[in-house]
């Protein structure tokens, strides 16, 4: 064999190489955007189920509260002249 041949031989493998590389690289680009894409959709699933479970706790607690004050509006009349009385006076003007 001479060297233009082993010359030629090496470079058609090198070419070969690099085009395998090639696709590998865009196979595993594939691969991360997908897995990128779904954890990206499972977080927001998470987020979504712990604002709903949030949101219906304050709904819940406002009713309780409202339930409170209907059973004892006068207390709960004085509590918040107490509170904002209060606040009033540590808060700057």
Known sequence: MTNAS???T???QLIAD???LKRDIAALAGHSRG???GAASALGVEAQRLYDNVAAQGRRQAEALGEQVEAHPLASLLIAFGIGFVAGRILPR
């Open 10 to 12: 090496d470079l058609s």
């Open 35 to 37: 897995a990128a894409g």
């Open 18 to 20: 690099v085009q395998a």
């Open 6 to 8: 082993a010359a030629e």
